[in-house]
């Protein structure tokens, strides 16, 4: 099973930005379908950024020009650079890793990030 953990929420104005991390207790660079979910006050949670099987990056729409998902295989961590944030990004921001071998899903605990002013 791997562990994630995550930091950089946190509590910013409108238009402010964030980078969320997400470190993992395993080697990233086999897994290729990884990525940040969040679920904000009485709502599901929903894909906000992902890294698919085929390589391909995934954003939802409300976020696409303004977030931005990045690796570093070395560190084992992945990144979310959130900009332009709006009072409707906030939520919980989940780390997301999946093993294919496995067929396990991974989650990491969580880190609220809260827009406001």
């Known amino acids: 099973q791997v562990q994630l953990v995550e930091s950089g929420g946190g509590l910013v104005q409108p238009g402010g930005s964030l980078r969320l991390s997400c470190v993992a207790s395993?080697?990233?660079?086999?897994?290729?379908?990884m990525g940040w979910y969040r679920q904000g006050p009485g709502k599901e949670r929903e894909l906000v950024a992902g890294?698919?099987?085929?390589?391909?990056?995934n954003y939802a729409d409300s976020v696409k020009g303004r977030f931005t998902i990045s690796r570093d295989n070395r560190k084992n961590t992945l990144y979310l650079q959130m900009n332009s944030l709006k009072p409707e990004d906030t939520a919980v921001y989940y780390c997301?890793?999946?093993?294919?071998?496995?067929?396990?899903?991974?989650w990491g605990q969580g880190t609220q990030v809260t827009v406001s002013s």
């Open positions: 997301h890793v999946f093993q294919y071998r496995e067929s396990r899903h991974n």
């Open positions: 890294f698919t099987s085929g390589g391909i990056t």
């Open positions: 395993v080697s990233i660079f086999s897994i290729n379908i």
